[in-house]
């Protein structure tokens, strides 16, 4: 029983410092609200990527760059409504 | 893992990356002069800019590997130092010192915080330091924040503090930067949106009503934590903050940039807003919106300015006034911002300002530019937009500012610093046919200042004089009359049959007074002594004394001199018996004959005699080569003279000698080497030891396939050696790694050159070509790639050659430009306003902004002669050039025909357009024009054709299809869907095609004939993005994708026996795929990550006879090249000395190496050439160690690592 609430508080401190750290009732929303945060973050950060993407739009990186943070605030969408029950 | 690998790779970087993406200005060698460091890529730079002569040279460049991110700098109060920080992907900030003396950066600090990699939550998009140089924050795009307090112990060392956490999740950055309070407790500022509202609500609503916040985050230093001190909603559309100076400079504060508003932000201060003016123009949308993308604020004395940037490249000069008290004196309140147009400089990724009054701008895309400020745009006319015209509500409605955008006034651009970021393409061939070595085409740049780049292996030369003489000369010497002269006197020409003196003064002439016999040839020229001349003819050796009094030695009946090698004091020549006589200058000045000669086996072919050293009355050795295929070293000691030291062999008979020590790595100082020419055309480069004469270390080099002369010279100092074979080589210390280098001079080819030194000209060099004299000098070492530009008007994609001609064809297209045709229109309907007409130049400009319009064309360009663009094609009706291809059609004769796909509206995010096209055109004028055709509307945009057996291969959205050309329109003949998303390219070979796809790595199909049918029969089990490939061998493919990973994959070569079978074609259609792909899997042969983007790969030889290498291009303006190993032996070593490598001098910024080379998935089967080659820059002992695990000497393990660059590159 210790054991198993260890693993769940590590699981809990985990998903707190890392985010998008998934746990066993992670919803399709959370998962690809992740992904589409994480590609983004990744597209800003590498220049290399961010560069090329700008250039392929046809606008400054900068830009760009302001585009994509605010794509993350929007994510995958608005989460699904929740079941009144 | 990567032991198992069958193939192996040695990965090696031909030229840096060229994009800036961080750069920062500083006093970082704790002089008065300023620095710039940047970071491309995975190097860090730093630079020195020379005020006098307006130029800015590189000082000394690290390969950190890891991906510099961002960079900072700061000084610790009192101190006169600045020291730089560095966000990288390891996971951890780096504090650096640059070390005047040792010219290195030296680490500091390297404090881990967090995982390795750019990640969402991990520290190190943006990075801020207090002005005041006490601490600095680290911050992720999402959450997190780390506060680093900086200080100095009791030795006055740097320190830095445990990390201090101002975490909060759920809440995205949009910038983030220091604010200047003075000695106030330090204060950060950042605008931040908080989403976890949004992100809860089904509705939609709380996302509609997100606010963006203007937050400070104050480090209390007294209590050592950080809290939230003040959290105000700003404009929704800010992305960029910038600080306004405080303390007694200025008001503190920010500004908030944002859409087409700039405002000024702080705690105790109200908001004052300007809007950002617009071009105004008949081209110009007045509605359009313009964003700050750059900037920089600069304090004078006690006055401060910012210069702040848009997308257009305009830069403004923005000032900000204060209430005056009764006194008429400055009070800390803010009274208004005032904006007004300065001038216009390409788009940004940084500006610097320097104190010497230079302005750098490290351009986002093309050249560097750096301009000289000529005035401030203090007392000029433009209009100056005031705040307090303006509401200071950002949801308030307001007039538009706008401006005439004009030529520089307030800047004068100074130096131009050729970069290459971006590479879109690029074609290795050899058009000049200069021996055999290719050139290199590519396409750079975006927009307005792209540009059609050839790069040629070579040191620029400048030529001084030209001038044909009235006989073919063999030879030319230049000597000074005096051992104490500065410049040389005379040119002593030699010719078939007899010997021309020129004098060297204002005019050059010929004297006939010298003493130098003029009815023979000469053989060589020396001063001797303090004030003697040489001459050495066939016949006998002239001694001209300063008085002009004669002495002759006479060669001995019967025979001639051959051969002859001089220095100052020495003299030895040997004759057409194998006989050498050697002399010697005694005291009084006269030559004395060694009482025995010494009898060769062979003829002897060539002698070299080294200079004497420092302090020595007698160089020791002389090198005699003979034709039997032998250089001997012979002792000129008293007590050996003339005796045996030592022998080498060589593969032809040697045709030139030279004895000359070189400034050399190994040893830290200088070496003397022995420089053996061959008449084969190879360059032999061995070491000779000072004391016994032995020979060591042969390096060699094929020049060109006349006999090898080899002869000294001096270019910046330092001892040079030129070759003249069927070019003129170069031998030379690299300043910065201190490395041999050979690189063909960019001149003709030489048939003699001496060194020349005049007043106009002290390092020069004087050559023979043809029936020329040629006086020339070479100046810049550092760069051994020679660029030519075409300039273009758009940005280029794509390119082909023509298959016969010296002709590329190039298609261009730019998103949200106005095409010339729409430009035409508005320019003759709208009626112009005065001032409006005025058409700007687009390369400073840009071309005109037109939002989802299309600027697209065809153009021919000739690299070779012309050296222009001479044939172009503009696309209309809003098309753009997607993919291009020489096809030459069966049904037509063979005939050759362009093809060029284009899309229609096309939208690149989403993708999505109206239409795709295939336009056709034919060859005229042995392809320098071309004829419209005919025009094919699909239904997706073709994005890769190819000539394929007589037709056309396209690759139309998912679809691979064949087409054929018909009178009206192109004919489809039959179609497969390759790949699941979209055709990027296409390779082939026989019947088998290797498609890319954007998204899912590369397939193999193969045609089939007798049934016309398309089959894929193999595909990758990983999803590469693809952007570059190429057909290595049958079954083999190399390729790069988007985010920077080089990869071979092979087809198994079952798969691809059975594909190729006959009548296989029902058989392969009725395979049963393999989880939803091909019914075969291709094979990971190797993969490495370049850390830039691959936008071609190719293989190809580099140099003359060299090897075939796959050479490939990055986005960012890297040149590398992948070289095969052969032998197990060779993956040994190098494996070794990596990881040898990785331990004894661990990369700077602390990211493993192993863990950068394999950042999205493990490095297989390459070697790290460029870890490889930070061996020569290592100290000596720690060579010696790795020397010593690898159980070979130090001369050996660099031996090697050269080899592997200059056997097939350079």
Same mark, same amino acid.
């Given at each position: 029983?210790?054991?198993?609430?260890?693993?769940?508080?590590?699981?809990?401190?985990?998903?707190?410092?890392?985010?998008?750290?998934?746990?066993?009732?992670?919803?399709?929303?959370?998962?690809?609200?992740?992904?589409?945060?994480?590609?983004?973050?990744?597209?800003?950060?590498?220049?290399?990527?961010?560069?090329?993407?700008?250039?392929?739009?046809?606008?400054?990186?900068?830009?760009?760059?302001?585009?994509?943070?605010?794509?993350?605030?929007?994510?995958?969408?608005?989460?699904?409504?929740?079941?009144?029950? | 893992?990567?032991?198992?690998?069958?193939?192996?790779?040695?990965?090696?970087?031909?030229?840096?990356?060229?994009?800036?993406?961080?750069?920062?200005?500083?006093?970082?060698?704790?002089?008065?002069?300023?620095?710039?460091?940047?970071?491309?890529?995975?190097?860090?730079?730093?630079?020195?800019?020379?005020?006098?002569?307006? #130029?800015?040279?590189?000082? /000394?460049?690290?390969?950190?590997?890891?991906?510099?991110?961002?960079?900072?700098?700061?000084?610790?109060?009192?101190?006169?130092?600045?020291?730089?920080?560095?966000?990288?992907?390891?996971?951890?900030?780096?504090?650096?010192?640059?070390?005047?003396?040792?010219?290195?950066?030296?680490?500091?600090?390297?404090?881990?915080?967090?995982?390795?990699?750019?990640?969402?939550?991990?520290? &190190?998009?943006?990075?801020?330091?207090?002005?005041?140089?006490?601490?600095?924050?680290?911050?992720?795009?999402?959450?997190?924040?780390?506060?680093?307090?900086?200080?100095?112990?009791?030795?006055?060392?740097?320190?830095?503090?445990?990390?201090?956490?101002?975490?909060?999740?759920?809440?995205?950055?949009?910038?983030?930067?220091?604010?200047?309070?003075?000695? %106030?407790?330090?204060?950060?500022?950042?605008?931040?949106?908080?989403?976890?509202?949004?992100?809860?609500?089904?509705?939609?609503?709380?996302?509609?009503?997100? %606010?963006?916040?203007?937050?400070?985050?104050?480090?209390?230093?007294?209590? +050592?934590?950080?809290?939230?001190?003040?959290?105000?909603?700003?404009?929704?559309?800010?992305?960029?903050?910038?600080?306004?100076?405080?303390?007694?400079?200025?008001?503190?504060?920010?500004?908030?940039?944002?859409?087409?508003?700039?405002?000024?932000?702080?705690?105790?201060?109200?908001? !004052?807003?300007?809007?950002?003016?617009?071009?105004?123009?008949?081209?110009?949308?007045?509605?359009?919106?313009?964003?700050?993308?750059?900037?920089?604020?600069?304090?004078?004395? +006690?006055?401060?300015?910012?210069?702040?940037?848009?997308?257009?490249?305009?830069?403004?000069?923005?000032?900000?006034?204060?209430?005056?008290?009764?006194?008429?004196?400055?009070?800390?309140?803010?009274?208004?911002?005032?904006?007004?147009? /300065?001038?216009?400089?390409?788009?940004?990724?940084?500006?610097?300002?320097?104190?010497?009054?230079?302005?750098?701008?490290?351009?986002?895309?093309?050249? !560097?530019?750096?301009?000289?400020?000529?005035?401030?745009?203090?007392?000029?006319?433009?209009?100056?937009?005031?705040?307090?015209?303006?509401?200071?509500?950002?949801?308030?409605?307001?007039?538009?500012?706008?401006?005439?955008?004009?030529?520089?006034?307030?800047?004068?651009?100074?130096?131009?610093?050729?970069?290459?970021?971006?590479?879109?393409?690029?074609?290795?061939?050899?058009?000049?046919?200069?021996?055999?070595?290719?050139?290199?085409?590519?396409?750079?740049?975006?927009?307005?200042?792209?540009?059609?780049?050839?790069?040629?292996? &070579?040191?620029?030369?400048?030529?001084?004089?030209?001038?044909?003489?009235?006989? #073919?000369?063999?030879?030319?010497?230049?000597?000074?009359?005096?051992?104490?002269?500065?410049?040389?006197?005379?040119?002593?020409?030699? /010719?078939?049959?007899?010997?021309?003196?020129?004098?060297?003064?204002?005019?050059?002439?010929?004297?006939?007074?010298?003493?130098?016999?003029?009815?023979?040839?000469?053989?060589?020229?020396?001063?001797?002594?303090?004030?003697?001349?040489?001459?050495?003819?066939?016949?006998?050796?002239?001694?001209?004394? *300063?008085?002009?009094?004669?002495?002759?030695?006479?060669?001995?009946?019967?025979?001639?001199?051959?051969?002859?090698?001089?220095?100052?004091?020495?003299?030895?020549? *040997?004759?057409?018996?194998?006989?050498?006589?050697?002399?010697?200058?005694?005291?009084?000045?006269?030559?004395?004959?060694?009482?025995?000669?010494?009898?060769?086996?062979?003829?002897?072919?060539?002698?070299?005699?080294?200079?004497?050293?420092?302090?020595?009355?007698?160089?020791?050795?002389?090198?005699?080569?003979?034709?039997?295929?032998?250089?001997?070293?012979?002792?000129?000691?008293?007590?050996? =003279?003339?005796?045996?030291?030592?022998?080498?062999?060589?593969?032809?008979?040697?045709?030139?000698?030279?004895?000359?020590?070189?400034?050399?790595?190994?040893?830290?100082?200088?070496?003397?080497?022995?420089?053996?020419?061959?008449?084969?055309?190879?360059?032999?480069?061995?070491?000779?030891?000072?004391?016994?004469?032995?020979?060591?270390?042969?390096?060699?080099?094929?020049?060109?396939?006349?006999?090898?002369?080899? /002869?000294?010279?001096?270019?910046?100092?330092?001892?040079?050696?030129?070759?003249?074979?069927?070019?003129?080589?170069?031998?030379?210390?690299?300043?910065?790694?201190?490395?041999?280098?050979?690189?063909?001079?960019?001149?003709?080819?030489?048939?003699?050159?001496?060194?020349?030194?005049?007043?106009?000209?002290?390092?020069?060099?004087?050559?023979?070509?043809?029936?020329?004299?040629?006086?020339?000098?070479?100046?810049?070492?550092?760069?051994?790639?020679?660029?030519?530009?075409?300039?273009?008007?758009?940005?280029?994609?794509?390119?082909?050659?023509?298959?016969?001609?010296?002709?590329?064809?190039?298609?261009?297209?730019?998103?949200?430009?106005?095409?010339?045709?729409?430009?035409?229109?508005?320019?003759?309907?709208?009626?112009?306003?005065?001032?409006?007409?005025?058409?700007?130049?687009?390369?400073?400009?840009?071309?005109?902004?037109?939002?989802?319009?299309?600027?697209?064309?065809?153009?021919?360009?000739?690299?070779?002669?012309?050296?222009?663009?001479?044939?172009?094609?503009?696309?209309?009706?809003?098309?753009?050039?997607?993919?291009?291809?020489?096809?030459?059609?069966?049904?037509? @004769?063979?005939?050759?025909?362009?093809?060029?796909?284009?899309?229609?509206?096309?939208?690149?995010?989403?993708?999505?357009?109206?239409?795709?096209?295939?336009?056709?055109?034919?060859? !005229?004028?042995?392809?320098?024009?071309?004829?419209?055709?005919?025009?094919? #509307?699909?239904?997706?945009?073709?994005?890769?054709?190819?000539?394929?057996?007589?037709?056309?291969?396209?690759?139309?959205?998912?679809?691979?299809?064949?087409?054929?050309?018909?009178?009206?329109?192109?004919?489809?003949?039959?179609?497969?869907?390759?790949?699941?998303?979209?055709?990027?390219?296409?390779?082939?070979?026989?019947?088998?095609?290797?498609?890319?796809?954007?998204?899912?790595?590369?397939?193999?199909?193969?045609?089939?004939?007798?049934?016309?049918?398309?089959?894929?029969?193999?595909?990758?089990?990983?999803?590469?993005?693809?952007?570059?490939?190429?057909?290595?061998?049958?079954?083999?493919?190399?390729?790069?994708?988007?985010?920077?990973?080089?990869?071979?994959?092979?087809?198994?070569?079952?798969?691809?026996?059975?594909?190729?079978?006959?009548?296989?074609?029902?058989?392969?259609?009725?395979?049963?795929?393999?989880?939803?792909?091909?019914?075969?899997?291709?094979?990971?042969? =190797?993969?490495?990550?370049?850390?830039?983007?691959?936008?071609?790969?190719?293989?190809?030889?580099?140099?003359?006879? &060299?090897?075939?290498?796959?050479?490939?291009?990055?986005?960012?303006?890297?040149?590398?090249?992948?070289?095969?190993?052969?032998?197990?032996? @060779?993956?040994?070593?190098?494996?070794?000395?990596?990881?040898?490598?990785?331990?004894?001098?661990?990369?700077?910024?602390?990211?493993?190496?192993?863990?950068?080379?394999?950042?999205?998935?493990?490095?297989?089967?390459?070697?790290?050439?460029?870890?490889? %080659?930070?061996?020569?820059?290592?100290?000596?002992?720690?060579?010696?160690?790795?020397?010593?695990?690898?159980?070979?000497?130090?001369?050996?393990?660099?031996?090697?690592?050269?080899?592997?660059?200059?056997?097939?590159?350079?």
């Amino acid at each position: 029983m210790a054991d198993k609430l260890r693993t769940l508080q590590q699981l809990e401190s985990l998903q707190a410092k890392y985010v998008g750290t998934g746990h066993a009732d992670t919803t399709r929303h959370e998962f690809t609200n992740t992904i589409v945060r994480d590609s983004y973050a990744s597209y800003i950060g590498h220049p290399a990527l961010l560069g090329y993407m700008a250039l392929g739009m046809g606008e400054p990186k900068e830009v760009v760059r302001g585009q994509f943070i605010e794509r993350m605030v929007r994510g995958a969408g608005n989460p699904p409504a929740k079941d009144e029950d | 893992m990567a032991t198992t690998s069958s193939m192996f790779m040695y990965s090696l970087t031909l030229q840096p990356p060229s994009d800036i993406t961080a750069a920062v200005l500083g006093q970082f060698a704790g002089t008065k002069e300023q620095q710039i460091v940047t970071a491309s890529g995975s190097k860090l730079t730093i630079h020195r800019p020379d005020p006098t002569q307006g #130029k800015i040279s590189p000082l /000394f460049t690290q390969d950190c590997f890891g991906i510099i991110r961002t960079l900072a700098v700061f000084r610790l109060a009192g101190s006169s130092k600045d020291y730089i920080i560095v966000g990288s992907d390891s996971g951890r900030i780096t504090i650096l010192e640059y070390l005047r003396e040792q010219n290195r950066f030296s680490r500091l600090h390297l404090e881990t915080f967090g995982k390795s990699g750019i990640r969402r939550v991990i520290p &190190g998009q943006y990075l801020a330091v207090d002005p005041k140089g006490r601490a600095c924050l680290i911050a992720s795009v999402e959450k997190n924040k780390i506060v680093y307090v900086l200080n100095r112990n009791a030795q006055a060392a740097l320190t830095i503090s445990s990390p201090l956490e101002a975490h909060k999740p759920g809440c995205l950055v949009f910038d983030l930067i220091a604010l200047d309070v003075g000695y %106030e407790n330090p204060i950060f500022a950042a605008i931040e949106i908080d989403y976890t509202e949004a992100d809860q609500d089904p509705s939609g609503q709380a996302y509609e009503e997100v %606010e963006k916040n203007l937050v400070y985050y104050e480090l209390d230093l007294g209590l +050592n934590h950080v809290v939230k001190k003040l959290s105000e909603t700003v404009d929704r559309s800010a992305t960029k903050l910038f600080q306004v100076p405080g303390g007694s400079d200025g008001p503190s504060g920010v500004l908030v940039c944002g859409v087409d508003n700039i405002t000024y932000r702080h705690s105790n201060q109200d908001a !004052h807003r300007v809007p950002i003016p617009r071009r105004r123009g008949v081209l110009e949308n007045p509605e359009r919106k313009r964003q700050i993308v750059a900037g920089i604020m600069h304090k004078i004395r +006690n006055q401060f300015f910012l210069l702040l940037q848009t997308g257009d490249g305009d830069l403004f000069k923005l000032t900000i006034d204060m209430i005056e008290d009764e006194n008429g004196q400055p009070t800390g309140e803010v009274k208004a911002l005032k904006i007004k147009y /300065f001038d216009t400089v390409p788009v940004a990724n940084s500006l610097h300002i320097l104190k010497s009054g230079f302005l750098f701008v490290s351009a986002e895309r093309g050249n !560097h530019h750096f301009y000289q400020f000529e005035k401030l745009g203090d007392d000029d006319d433009e209009t100056e937009f005031s705040s307090e015209n303006y509401p200071s509500d950002p949801l308030e409605s307001y007039e538009p500012a706008y401006f005439h955008p004009r030529p520089l006034v307030n800047l004068a651009l100074v130096q131009s610093i050729e970069s290459m970021n971006p590479i879109l393409d690029s074609k290795v061939v050899n058009l000049l046919d200069e021996d055999g070595a290719p050139q290199i085409y590519s396409l750079c740049g975006a927009g307005a200042r792209s540009s059609f780049k050839t790069l040629k292996h &070579g040191l620029s030369v400048s030529e001084l004089v030209e001038s044909e003489l009235p006989d #073919k000369p063999q030879a030319v010497w230049t000597t000074k009359l005096t051992r104490g002269d500065e410049y040389d006197a005379y040119i002593v020409l030699s /010719f078939a049959s007899g010997t021309l003196v020129l004098s060297i003064g204002e005019t050059v002439e010929e004297v006939t007074d010298t003493g130098f016999l003029s009815t023979a040839p000469t053989l060589a020229v020396q001063q001797l002594g303090e004030d003697a001349l040489v001459q050495i003819h066939p016949k006998g050796i002239r001694h001209i004394q *300063a008085d002009k009094r004669v002495n002759e030695w006479p060669c001995p009946q019967h025979r001639s001199i051959v051969a002859a090698a001089t220095n100052e004091r020495q003299i030895a020549v *040997a004759l057409s018996s194998g006989e050498i006589v050697y002399f010697e200058m005694d005291t009084d000045g006269s030559l004395n004959e060694y009482d025995e000669r010494r009898e060769m086996t062979g003829t002897v072919t060539c002698l070299g005699l080294g200079d004497v050293p420092e302090g020595r009355v007698r160089s020791s050795f002389l090198a005699v080569g003979c034709d039997d295929s032998t250089v001997r070293i012979l002792s000129l000691d008293p007590d050996s =003279t003339l005796e045996n030291k030592s022998v080498q062999a060589l593969t032809s008979a040697p045709s030139s000698l030279a004895i000359m020590p070189m400034a050399d790595a190994t040893s830290g100082g200088t070496t003397l080497y022995l420089h053996i020419g061959l008449h084969s055309g190879v360059y032999l480069r061995t070491v000779l030891d000072e004391i016994t004469g032995e020979l060591s270390d042969v390096r060699t080099r094929f020049l060109g396939l006349k006999p090898a002369k080899l /002869f000294r010279v001096s270019v910046g100092g330092q001892n040079c050696i030129l070759a003249a074979s069927t070019r003129a080589w170069l031998g030379y210390t690299d300043p910065q790694t201190n490395g041999f280098m050979l690189t063909p001079l960019d001149y003709p080819e030489l048939r003699w050159a001496w060194t020349f030194s005049s007043e106009q000209c002290p390092e020069g060099m004087v050559g023979i070509q043809d029936q020329n004299l040629r006086i020339f000098s070479i100046e810049d070492l550092s760069r051994n790639l020679l660029q030519e530009s075409i300039p273009l008007p758009y940005t280029p994609r794509k390119f082909i050659k023509h298959p016969e001609h010296n002709l590329f064809y190039v298609i261009e297209s730019d998103n949200n430009t106005l095409a010339p045709a729409t430009r035409t229109k508005l320019i003759n309907e709208t009626p112009a306003v005065n001032g409006d007409a005025n058409i700007l130049p687009p390369d400073q400009f840009n071309n005109p902004h037109g939002t989802e319009h299309w600027a697209s064309c065809i153009q021919v360009i000739d690299p070779v002669s012309t050296k222009s663009v001479i044939f172009n094609v503009d696309l209309e009706d809003n098309e753009c050039a997607t993919s291009i291809a020489a096809a030459s059609f069966a049904g037509q @004769d063979d005939e050759t025909f362009l093809v060029v796909g284009t899309a229609k509206d096309l939208k690149v995010s989403p993708r999505s357009y109206t239409a795709g096209y295939l336009h056709v055109y034919r060859f !005229h004028e042995e392809g320098r024009e071309l004829e419209f055709i005919h025009k094919t #509307k699909i239904d997706h945009a073709p994005t890769a054709l190819l000539a394929f057996q007589g037709r056309l291969l396209a690759g139309v959205g998912p679809y691979l299809r064949i087409y054929d050309l018909g009178m009206k329109q192109m004919l489809r003949k039959c179609q497969v869907q390759a790949t699941p998303n979209a055709i990027t390219g296409l390779h082939t070979q026989g019947n088998r095609i290797i498609v890319s796809d954007v998204q899912e790595s590369v397939s193999f199909v193969v045609y089939k004939f007798q049934d016309n049918k398309l089959i894929p029969f193999a595909d990758d089990m990983v999803a590469r993005w693809t952007t570059g490939a190429t057909m290595v061998d049958y079954e083999t493919v190399a390729g790069g994708d988007k985010f920077g990973n080089l990869w071979l994959v092979r087809c198994p070569p079952k798969a691809s026996e059975e594909a190729d079978e006959d009548n296989s074609g029902s058989h392969l259609l009725n395979e049963r795929g393999y989880l939803n792909g091909a019914p075969n899997r291709l094979n990971l042969m =190797t993969h490495y990550f370049c850390g830039d983007i691959p936008t071609s790969v190719q293989k190809t030889p580099l140099v003359a006879a &060299g090897r075939d290498v796959v050479f490939w291009t990055g986005f960012q303006g890297t040149l590398g090249l992948l070289v095969p190993l052969m032998t197990r032996e @060779d993956v040994d070593f190098f494996q070794k000395l990596e990881s040898e490598l990785g331990e004894q001098s661990p990369p700077l910024l602390g990211r493993d190496h192993l863990a950068y080379r394999s950042y999205y998935a493990p490095s297989k089967g390459t070697i790290d050439g460029d870890l490889c %080659e930070t061996y020569f820059l290592l100290p000596h002992d720690k060579k010696e160690i790795i020397a010593g695990v690898l159980d070979r000497s130090v001369r050996e393990v660099e031996r090697k690592v050269s080899d592997m660059r200059t056997r097939v590159a350079y």
